[in-house]
């Protein structure tokens, strides 16, 4: 069973940084894609970036990109987000997730956590 649990999140004021962590557990996920999506209240969930796990190849948001960066630990099983220049549109849930490289969606997700930026 595959688990994902995200943490680091919380309150910060626009400019700031905060790093966001997904321990993965459950599996061996070398042939997986780890990615992270956020949702804004009253808005549609978005996409945010993703990393393959073998190899680090990345991909963003446009949104995010230049501020945001995902990297991954293989030791510890674990994928980060890092993310700088916090705007109060990035206020969302974030949610860590993952899929197998071939797959088209996501079949994995965490319980989320909140990123608050203020103004």
């Known amino acids: 069973q595959v688990q994902l649990v995200e943490s680091g999140g919380g309150l910060v004021q626009a400019g700031g940084s905060l790093r966001l962590s997904c321990a993965a557990s459950?599996?061996?996920?070398?042939?997986?894609?780890m990615g992270w999506f956020r949702q804004a209240p009253g808005k549609e969930r978005e996409f945010v970036g993703a990393?393959?796990?073998?190899?680090?190849?990345?991909s963003y948001a446009d949104s995010v990109k230049g501020r945001f960066t995902i990297s991954r630990d293989n030791a510890k099983n674990t994928v980060y987000l890092q993310m700088n220049s916090l705007k109060p549109e990035d206020t969302a849930v974030y949610y860590c997730?993952?899929?197998?490289?071939?797959?088209?969606?996501?079949?994995?997700w965490g319980q989320g956590t909140q990123v608050t930026v203020s103004s």
């Open positions: 997730v993952s899929r197998r490289l071939l797959s088209e969606s996501y079949d994995y």
């Open positions: 459950g599996r061996t996920f070398s042939n997986y894609v």
């Open positions: 990393i393959t796990w073998s190899g680090g190849r990345t």
